[in-house]
């Protein structure tokens, strides 16, 4: 085994990690590029997967500005380098919400 690779059970950040890698390829892998989200895919997943989190994820306009934010590259496609950027924006967002609370 490699350092630090000790085979066990995973401990709850990661499997939450583990999670979200699980929930971006549910859905990259649909249509065209499986490690890729289409802006349909990503729609799919923000409106299932974050309905409670996002305001307006009904709204195609929001879903076309959220598109464009992730896409850095502008090639239509949000990798998932991409998608992890909307993942720190969501829970940037539920921490300070939870403080709220």
Same mark, same amino acid.
């Given at each position: ?26 859905? =990259? ?8 989200? =289409? ?21 195609? =306009? ?25 993942? =720190? ?13």
């Amino acid at each position: 085994m490699g350092q630090g690779m000790e085979v066990g059970k995973m401990t709850k950040l990661e499997e939450h990690l583990e999670g979200i890698i699980n929930v971006f390829h549910r859905y =990259s892998s649909r249509v065209g590029d499986p490690d890729t989200l =289409s802006k349909g895919e990503l729609k799919q997943l923000i409106t299932r997967e974050l309905t409670n989190t996002l305001k307006n994820t009904k709204d195609q =306009s929001t879903i076309d500005k959220i598109f464009q934010d992730l896409d850095a590259d502008k090639d239509g496609q949000v990798t998932f380098d991409e998608f992890v950027v909307l993942v =720190s924006r969501v829970l940037r967002t539920a921490h300070v919400n939870i403080h709220k609370e």
